[in-house]
C-alpha cells in the first residue's frame, strides 16, 4: 500500500517520539520494517523534507559522486540513499553496477525513453550489422565443423584393420612364420 507524504510523516512521527515501536508500527500498518526504519533514517537526517518525496532526474556528475562516496566512505546502498534523499536504494546499485561495468563515463548516458529507437538500436540486442556480422561468422564456423568431422571420419577409415593400410602391414609383419623362426 502506498502511503502519502502527510500519512508517511505520521507513521514516522509515533515511532520517533517512542509512541510505537517498528515492529508495532509494522503490524498496525501492515508494512515492512525495513521500510519503516528507511522513513526513520530519512526523518533523522533530513527531517520533514526527507519523508516527503520528489521525482528527480539525476546528472552524470551527480551519479558519479554518490557512486565515489559511497565506495569511499564504505556506505551501504540504503546509507546512501538516505544521504543523497534518493528513496531507493535500488537507484543507487543500478548507479554502482552501470560504474563497475561502464565505468564513470556510462553514468552519463541517458538511458530512460525511447533514445535507443531513435538511432536504431534495439533494447537488449546488437546493432543490425553487428548481428549479421555474427550470423555470418557462426555459419562459417559451422561449416568448418563439419568439413573437419569428415576429415577426421576419413582419417578413421583409413587407419581402420581390414583395410591395406599401415596398421595392418605392421600387424602382419609381427605375426608373419619368419618372424617366430629367428
Not at 515501536?21 to 525495513?34: L, V, W
Request: proline share 2%; net charge positive; aromatic share 6%.
Amino acid at each position: 500500500m502506498r502511503y502519502k507524504p502527510e500519512e508517511r510523516l505520521e507513521i514516522v512521527k509515533t515511532i520517533a517520539e517512542g509512541r510505537l515501536t517498528i515492529n508495532e508500527a509494522s503490524e498496525e500498518y501492515n508494512m515492512h520494517k525495513s521500510e519503516l526504519q528507511r522513513w526513520l533514517a530519512e526523518y533523522t537526517l533530513h527531517g520533514e523534507e526527507g519523508i516527503i518525496k520528489k521525482k528527480a532526474k539525476y546528472d552524470g556528475r551527480f551519479k558519479q559522486t554518490v557512486v565515489e562516496d559511497m565506495r569511499k566512505n564504505g556506505l551501504s546502498l540504503r546509507e546512501t540513499a538516505v544521504k543523497y534523499k534518493l528513496g531507493n536504494h535500488n537507484v543507487v546499485a543500478a548507479w554502482d553496477r552501470i560504474y563497475l561495468t561502464e565505468g564513470a563515463e556510462g553514468l552519463y548516458i541517458e538511458r530512460r525513453g525511447k533514445s535507443g529507437h531513435a538511432v536504431g538500436v534495439r533494447k537488449g540486442r546488437l546493432p543490425k550489422s553487428k548481428e549479421d556480422d555474427l550470423i555470418a561468422e557462426n555459419q562459417r564456423l559451422r561449416m568448418e565443423i563439419d568439413y573437419l568431422k569428415k576429415l577426421n571420419a576419413l582419417v578413421r577409415e583409413r587407419q581402420r584393420p581390414g583395410r591395406l593400410g599401415e596398421q595392418q602391414s605392421v600387424f602382419c609383419s609381427a605375426t608373419s612364420p619368419e618372424r617366430k623362426r629367428k
